[in-house]
């Protein structure tokens, strides 16, 4: 009997072990690495609209992705290029070149009760990340972008996009200088998610809290944990 209790131990440790030690390799290729790997002519094959911006290239134990975000070169300010349009792809390789398996796309929009247009929209690198959170050996992308208001990030809009499994699961938020102005909106799917998923993400959120780059509201840990779909700071 003995002997039964270590042999099941010893394979609840070893499959801890190795669930543990799952990794995913991810680098950003440099400019030449991707001129070479995305032609203009494959580019056009692909329907890449807008100039490539960064290419991630992750590599886990079952899959093999290159992670494209493009965007447009609209105007320039203060030596800064702004772009009113922003695109992101998933490739994977496949017998004979690489396969869009899964894209999105989002463009800066009128403000909400108001006629001024936001002035950009862009990817957030420092917080998007392209990793094995839950540890099954494969990579759950998370694509964060925001806009411009007219002050700036403040009142600029904020969109973090989970790809789980060739999945779209979203979160929108809306930022403001006064607290009437802001709101946040979880999609459904958002729950149904491994809670080591949902909690990685609400640890980049307090992150950008942190960084001054998002005010959610009140007591929006609480609204979370209770799968509330939407909250304000009047509820």
């Not at 890449?48 to 590599?59: E, G, L, N």
């Not at 070169?73 to 800064?80: C, H, L, R, T």
């Not at 809306?174 to 709101?183: A, L, M, S, T, V």
């Amino acid at each position: 009997m003995q002997r039964v209790i270590l042999t099941l131990l010893f394979l609840v440790v070893t499959t801890v072990f190795f669930a543990q030690t799952s990794t995913v390799k991810t680098e950003i290729l440099s400019t030449q690495e991707a001129s070479e790997l995305f032609s203009e002519g494959f580019n056009k094959q692909l329907n890449f609209i807008y100039p490539i911006r960064t290419v991630y290239k992750c590599v886990g134990q079952y899959q093999h992705y290159y992670i494209v975000l493009t965007a447009s070169n609209d105007s320039v300010a203060s030596k800064d290029t702004l772009h009113d349009n922003i695109e992101a792809f998933i490739l994977e390789p496949g017998k004979k070149r690489l396969a869009v398996i899964w894209s999105m796309k989002d463009s800066t929009i009128k403000q909400v009760n108001s006629n001024d247009v936001e002035s950009a929209i862009w990817f957030w690198t420092k917080y998007c990340e392209f990793t094995d959170i839950d540890n099954d050996s494969l990579i759950d992308p998370i694509f964060i972008y925001g806009t411009a208001g007219i002050n700036s990030i403040s009142d600029g809009r904020i969109k973090i996009l989970i790809a789980y499994k060739r999945q779209k699961i979203a979160i929108h938020h809306q930022n403001g200088i006064f607290d009437f102005e802001r709101n946040t909106k979880v999609d459904k799917s958002f729950y149904s998610l491994p809670f080591v998923v949902q909690d990685h993400v609400k640890s980049i959120m307090q992150k950008m809290i942190e960084d001054r780059n998002a005010i959610f509201p009140y007591g929006w840990q609480d609204a979370m944990n209770n799968k509330k779909l939407y909250f304000d700071e009047g509820q």
